[in-house]
């Protein structure tokens, strides 16, 4: 069960298309594809989000972590975590670094399942059969008329949640979009907003006000995530739900906001956490404190770990990858249904990925 090599690959989304949000602008949404090939012939797979973001960084720091992992045996998951992080220390355990970790943890734990024939989720206590979903999107680089026909458009899908972006330059516009959602999808559908750090608080606090009649579920990112008095004195002020957690690479923020009483919903991210063990770690924190997970982004993994602890309250849901993947997750009215098939379930169709090259995979070749 040792590993033999590593490929890399990247991927672009059939969906492609410039996006934004209030801090970001998006050329292209992208993937980056790793592959880990045991000595056995089984392959393990994840994929990261990686837009068009520092692609030599992140291709190196993939490299360096190939390099690590060629000959550890697959099984030895948090024994691999405990030596990349002593040897990646001197550049930072946090940002890049841990990126690439997600990459080999999150492929490893794919092969490992594959090797005993079991879905990811049935090597933990299960709790539950399928997990609620709300569905994401809602871009500012939207006009209204595309705002209200994506937000309709959902909910004939059946979701029965949808998140949308704000964070305009002029809060009137974003009060407008969010009326413009509420008219369209009625008054039994959720709807949250998602500032992507992009307000002070004093905005964030006039927009979650002007929001109060809409019946918005929850705020998210709405403040600079490192803001810790910033997220309790808008949650005082408002009483608005607050949801945080998907910029941490580790859960120093979330027991910073825990002291202020300050988060009302985790948003755990896989690839910024930079491992399953972290993940489900800062979910037992939440479990422990009666906080209420949400997942960000990465539904392939988000709703198998899901199932798995106690207090996951749903997961994200966006198209991306589905025209990239050999079996999507099935989602149905509201609810995303996880694999029974091994691992994590699917695989990247090679059709669709332009190879990267490392270092550590002279002997492996080509995707297979």
Not at 75 to 101: K, P, V
Not at 136 to 155: F, H, K, M, Q
Not at 292 to 319: C, S, W
Request: aromatic share 10%; charged share 20%; proline share 5%.
């Amino acid at each position: 069960m040792r590993i033999r090599g590593v490929s890399l690959y990247k991927a672009v989304s059939p969906l492609s298309r410039p996006i934004s949000d209030s801090t970001h602008e998006f050329p292209e949404i992208a993937f980056i594809v790793t592959r880990i090939h045991l000595e056995s012939g089984i392959v393990g797979e994840s994929y990261m989000l990686a837009f068009h973001y520092s692609p030599h960084a992140i291709l190196g720091a993939l490299r360096d972590a190939t390099d690590l992992v060629v000959g550890w045996d697959v099984h030895q998951t948090r024994e691999f975590i405990q030596f990349y992080e002593s040897q990646a220390e001197y550049f930072g355990n946090t940002g890049i670094n841990r990126w690439a970790l997600a990459a080999i943890n999150t492929a490893m734990w794919d092969a490992r399942a594959r090797a005993v024939e079991k879905p990811v989720w049935q090597m933990f206590n299960v709790h539950r059969d399928r997990v609620p979903v709300y569905a994401s999107g809602g871009w500012l680089s939207y006009s209204n008329e595309e705002l209200i026909s994506e937000a309709s458009s959902l909910v004939a899908r059946g979701f029965h949640g949808l998140k949308m972006r704000v964070g305009s330059a002029d809060i009137e516009r974003d009060i407008e979009r969010l009326h413009l959602v509420r008219e369209a999808v009625g008054p039994d559908v959720d709807i949250m907003m998602d500032a992507n750090q992009g307000l002070s608080v004093s905005t964030a606090t006039k927009l979650a006000q002007a929001a109060m009649p809409l019946r918005i579920t929850w705020f998210e990112e709405p403040l600079p995530h490192t803001d810790f008095e910033g997220y309790r004195q808008l949650g005082q002020t408002t009483g608005i739900s607050l949801a945080i957690g998907k910029r941490e690479f580790s859960t120093v923020a979330l027991r910073e906001l825990i002291l202020r009483d300050a988060v009302d919903l985790w948003q755990p991210d896989l690839f910024r956490l930079g491992s399953v063990e972290a993940w489900r770690d800062s979910a037992d924190l939440c479990q422990a404190n009666n906080i209420p997970i949400v997942p960000h982004f990465y539904k392939q993994y988000h709703v198998p770990l899901l199932m798995t602890v106690p207090n996951g309250r749903g997961a994200e849901i966006l198209d991306w990858v589905d025209g990239l993947i050999d079996h999507p997750i099935r989602v149905e009215d509201g609810m995303a249904y996880p694999h029974t098939s091994p691992g994590w379930g699917f695989r990247f169709k090679d059709e669709f990925l332009f190879e990267l090259g490392s270092p550590a995979m002279a002997a492996v070749g080509q995707a297979e």
